[in-house]
């Protein structure tokens, strides 16, 4: 299985055919990302060297409440505007020609844009837990999809994160089940000891946020709560590998259910192909030429069965 990618690689891609074109172009192009977030690169045609990268995330103002306006100032402050759009929350503005000179490396850290402002609340929970207060922390919720969320909350010795995904089919319940209950069994493997404790409940949901009136009480939704221990985010390098990793395990999940659901597909697809084969090499083959009887006349015999008994001596005998 594949791990995903925490950056979105359409817009780098995107970007850095911007920055290494010689001859700036008019464009106007919109791109989705995950959790529903719009990204739109354009450029006018009074001023083509002025790039604008304006981003959507419907979910922005619950995160600003847990500093991500500051995440923003600080990886991208040279280069925000005012938005101008109210579909808009976040604009980014390049000139094409005062780029720095590595300019792969920009476009790879613009594409972390929706990494960094969805860690604000992992970073205010691990912050928390650096400063040894007493009790559990505030409960940060965002909800970045619609009727899906995550919640952070830190305590004295570990940080819980729990996710609540909704199943649409009942085939996706119940491979996502299984999937979800192999992550709570493969940690007792000796190898894989140090991974966070994984606990998966459906319908009732965890204890940190049963209060909650707004959660879902049917077979529909499940919920996936991790728990970090400071050995996994006490060193900065393993708190931004941790970050990148479990804010798409959403996304982690429902990919492989899907290629499971193909996979499964393609194998009935071929079990019914070599079904047909069998049934095709049972039906009875055609009476061949070499095979079929004839008199001495020629013609060829093909007896009548008798089918009672007034039938009638001329009927009994063979058709010539």
């Known amino acids: 299985m594949i791990l995903l990618e925490p950056n979105?690689?359409?817009?780098?891609?995107?970007?850095?055919?911007?920055?290494?074109?010689?001859?700036?172009?008019?464009?106007?192009?919109?791109?989705?990302?995950?959790?529903?977030?719009?990204?739109?690169?354009?450029?006018?045609?009074?001023?083509?060297?002025?790039?604008?990268?304006?981003?959507?995330?419907?979910?922005?103002?619950?995160?600003?409440?847990?500093?991500?306006?500051?995440?923003?100032?600080?990886?991208y402050g040279a280069y925000l505007v005012p938005v101008t759009n109210s579909q808009y929350q976040i604009t980014l503005q390049f000139n094409l020609e005062q780029l720095p000179e590595d300019k792969a490396g920009l476009a790879k850290h613009v594409s972390m844009l929706k990494r960094n402002?969805?860690?604000?609340?992992?970073?205010?929970?691990?912050?928390?837990?650096?400063?040894?207060?007493?009790?559990?922390?505030?409960?940060?919720?965002?909800?970045y999809r619609e009727n899906e969320a995550i919640y952070v909350q830190a305590q004295q010795d570990r940080v819980t994160v729990i996710f609540s995904t909704l199943f649409q089919e009942e085939v996706d319940r119940v491979l996502g089940k299984v999937f979800l209950?192999?992550?709570?069994?493969?940690?007792?493997?000796?190898?894989?000891?140090?991974?966070?404790?994984?606990?998966?409940?459906?319908?009732?949901?965890?204890?940190?946020i049963r209060h909650l009136p707004e959660l879902r009480?049917?077979?529909?939704?499940?919920?996936?709560?991790?728990?970090l221990f400071p050995?996994?985010?006490?060193?900065?390098?393993?708190?931004?590998?941790?970050i990148s990793q479990i804010q798409l395990f959403r996304d982690y999940l429902h990919y492989h259910i899907k290629c499971a659901k193909a996979y499964m597909h393609s194998r009935m697809r071929t079990r019914v192909k070599e079904f047909l084969k069998v049934i095709n090499r049972a039906k009875p083959d055609?009476?061949?030429?070499?095979?079929?009887?004839?008199?001495?006349?020629?013609?060829?015999f093909r007896p009548q069965f008798r089918q009672s008994?007034?039938?009638?001596?001329?009927?009994?005998?063979?058709?010539?």
């Open 217 to 227: 009480q049917d077979e529909s939704v499940g919920y996936v709560s991790f728990v």
């Open 8 to 75: 979105s690689y359409v817009l780098e891609d995107t970007l850095l055919t911007r920055f290494n074109s010689e001859k700036p172009e008019v464009v106007d192009i919109t791109l989705v990302d995950f959790d529903n977030v719009i990204y739109h690169v354009q450029t006018s045609a009074e001023q083509r060297t002025l790039l604008n990268l304006s981003v959507e995330m419907k979910y922005f103002n619950e995160v600003c409440a847990y500093g991500a306006e500051s995440i923003l100032q600080r990886e």
């Open 231 to 242: 050995r996994h985010f006490a060193d900065a390098e393993v708190r931004e590998q941790t």
């Open 309 to 320: 008994s007034a039938t009638s001596p001329q009927q009994v005998e063979g058709e010539w």
């Open 117 to 143: 402002v969805l860690a604000s609340p992992f970073i205010r929970a691990f912050e928390y837990w650096e400063s040894q207060q007493e009790g559990a922390g505030p409960l940060m919720a965002t909800h």
């Open 181 to 208: 209950q192999e992550f709570v069994d493969a940690r007792r493997q000796a190898a894989i000891q140090n991974a966070p404790q994984v606990f998966y409940s459906s319908r009732e949901a965890p204890l940190e």
């Open 286 to 300: 055609r009476t061949t030429a070499a095979s079929e009887k004839r008199t001495a006349t020629g013609r060829y």
